[in-house]
T-cell receptor, first 115, second 117 residues
Framework: KAGVTQTPRYLIKTRGQQVTLSCSPI?????VSWYQQTPGQGLQFLFE???????NKGNFPGRFSGRQFSNSRSEMNVSTLELGDSALYLC??????????????FGPGTRLTVL | AQKVTQAQTEISVVEKEDVTLDCVYE???????LFWYKQPPSGELVFLIR????DEQNEISGRYSWNFQKSTSSFNFTITASQVVDSAVYFC??????????????WGLGTSLAVNP
């Protein structure tokens, strides 16, 4: 079974631009979560989707948004990029509904650099 | 307040040494889960173990073992006879139950383990 895939793997943008990251979960998984990872803040939860509905949302500004499609693939968008948005963005999928007892399977991440 | 503390930021050992990674958590919930994940240099977090709050049995999987003690709110991870391939950042996470079985997942800041030949 193929793992979680994320595209692109690396991205360089400039301040003020917007970016869209894509995540394809493991086949059959319907729950997808997004995280931002930085050296100073560690892993920060962005949002979680199940069956095209946002189930959970972290404490990020409205510039960060996401969606999930009927095939469970998910995208996240960051508008008006700031230097502080430079990070590794990780996507994870779960076989269940994203319940508190589900383990997550992570993709390799998208490394975003904002100049 | 930080709810998952991994006090060891970096650990460096020589191959074949045993090493223990500490994880201390805080929660008022009686029902919760604890997880350990490994993040090798490639960046992809790899699930290692899940433990629910009602199961305090220690677990061993090959060279890996976990010690869960509710009395001290700790869920420590030991690697026996470490190998270079164990070099990675290890994360401990606490998953609290919310309405509809939703999770509130709190991550530790990770312990970077370097195993030197």
């Amino acid at each position: 079974k193929a793992g979680v895939t994320q595209t692109p793997r690396y991205l360089i943008k400039t301040r003020g631009q917007q970016v869209t990251l894509s995540c394809s979960p493991i086949s059959g998984h319907r729950s997808v979560s997004w995280y931002q990872q930085t050296p100073g803040q560690g892993l920060q939860f962005l949002f979680e989707y199940f069956s095209e509905t946002q189930r959970n949302k972290g404490n990020f500004p409205g510039r960060f948004s996401g969606r999930q499609f009927s095939n469970s693939r998910s995208e996240m968008n960051v508008s008006t990029l700031e230097l502080g948005d430079s990070a590794l963005y990780l996507c994870a999928s779960s076989s269940g509904q994203g319940s508190y007892y589900d383990e997550q399977f992570f993709g390799p991440g998208t490394r975003l650099t904002v100049l | 307040a930080q709810k998952v503390t991994q006090a060891q930021t970096e650990i460096s050992v020589v191959e074949k040494e045993d090493v223990t990674l500490d994880c201390v958590y805080e929660t008022r919930d009686t029902t919760y889960y604890l997880f350990w994940y490994k993040q090798p240099p490639s960046g992809e977090l790899v699930f290692l173990i899940r433990r629910n709050s009602f199961d305090e049995q220690n677990e061993i999987s090959g060279r890996y073992s976990w010690n869960f003690q509710k009395s001290t709110s700790s869920f420590n991870f030991t690697i026996t006879a470490s190998q270079v391939v164990d070099s990675a950042v290890y994360f401990c996470a606490l998953s609290e139950r919310r309405a509809g079985n939703n999770r509130k997942l709190i991550w530790g800041l990770g312990t970077s383990l370097a195993v030197n030949p």
